[in-house]
């Protein structure tokens, strides 16, 4: 009987400061894919928070140089998937995109990309945002195919010129805890993300600070850049002492359970983890019309849209959202339904696997 021999495929990190989607994402799929059909390997770009949480699940880690520009570092990764007979590299991000086409190119290594976010949510300064797309625009043409995470993301590629033919929409998957019990004697709003200007949690803080009911508490999680000047919004909205900024939390459901509404008041979004995760443990959500949040949502059956980014609105919708709570509590229930039916995480591992092995050479 011939010995069936796994498919090798790596994945490109160029990594990232903050938890966010992507590292998530990694995790999920490094625990979760079938290690009888693959070998899975992950190549970093530098040492990141996340490689250590990897190498705990016993993950095939290969460390580079973590220089943005690097002809040096091409040449090492090429020589080593030539070497050890990789078949597929994938990659996402700009950078770990412009060093795996440059590698697919030269090496001869199919190239597939999975796609998270959009430049615009990436990336707020304007002359950024407008150099990263550059790149990604002129060295997107080795790419063998692409990995979308929503729908929503998928309509920007085409909308950008890449063929529909080459995009795939993959929802992610999690897995998820059972829900706990709720018995909390003050409702609490809650909202997790990296505090970067895409998440919208000024517009957070302006509309909570109009609710009328002074006994709510909003707990945001997160670390990143605007932290100092989201505390300084809360001070000058008068709201500071109701406002909990409690930092990175590395178990995003023991966060959860101290929350009773959930709020995304992202401006952009690719697909919405954190929502996902909150609708999983039966907590009422509120979104903003951002992006895959409302390919997630389905208004006031498993959560409240806020139709229109504006204060005002927005705290109209939380209202709604508290002011009913025994209404919310059943959105909540069939949130939860809708999410474990799906959004489990090895039938999302499969796919996503099945889908890489698409493109193996």
Request: aromatic share 10%.
């Amino acid at each position: 009987m011939n010995k069936i021999i796994k498919k090798k495929i790596a994945i490109l990190y160029s990594g990232g400061k903050n938890f966010g989607g992507i590292e998530q994402y990694l995790l999920n799929l490094f625990a979760n894919y079938d290690k009888d059909l693959v070998d899975l390997h992950l190549l970093s770009l530098g040492e990141w928070p996340v490689i250590d949480k990897l190498r705990d699940l016993g993950c095939e880690i290969n460390v580079f140089n973590g220089k943005r520009v690097s002809l040096k570092t091409i040449k090492q990764i090429g020589l080593y998937l030539t070497k050890n007979d990789f078949n597929l590299l994938v990659s996402q991000g700009t950078v770990a995109n412009a060093y795996a086409r440059a590698i697919s190119l030269i090496y001869k290594i199919p190239n597939l990309v999975t796609v998270h976010s959009t430049q615009s949510g990436d990336y707020s300064n304007l002359a950024v945002r407008a150099a990263f797309g550059l790149v990604e625009f002129t060295t997107r043409f080795p790419t063998a195919g692409y990995i979308a995470v929503s729908k929503f993301l998928k309509d920007q590629m085409v909308k950008s010129g890449i063929s529909d033919k080459k995009i795939s929409v993959i929802y992610n998957g999690l897995d998820f805890p059972w829900a706990k019990p709720r018995a909390h004697k003050r409702l609490i709003l809650g909202s997790v993300g990296r505090l970067h200007p895409v998440k919208g949690y000024d517009l957070l803080i302006e509309s909570f600070a109009k609710l009328r009911n002074e006994r709510l508490r909003l707990r945001i999680a997160g670390a990143g850049e605007e932290l100092g000047k989201l505390q300084a919004l809360a001070f000058e909205m008068g709201v500071e002492k109701r406002v909990e900024f409690v930092g990175y939390q590395p178990d995003i459901y023991k966060f959860l359970d101290s929350v009773d509404v959930y709020i995304q008041s992202s401006k952009s979004e690719g697909f919405g983890l954190a929502v996902v995760e909150a609708m999983s443990q039966g907590i009422p959500v509120v979104v903003t019309p951002a992006g895959s949040l409302m390919e997630i949502v389905e208004d006031k059956k498993t959560g409240y849209i806020c139709p229109e980014f504006c204060v005002n609105t927005l705290a109209k919708t939380i209202a709604l959202a508290v002011e009913n709570y025994e209404d919310s509590k059943q959105i909540g229930e069939n949130a939860k339904e809708f999410v474990l039916k799906n959004f489990e995480v090895k039938k999302w591992a499969k796919k996503t696997i099945e889908k890489y092995l698409e493109f193996c050479k």
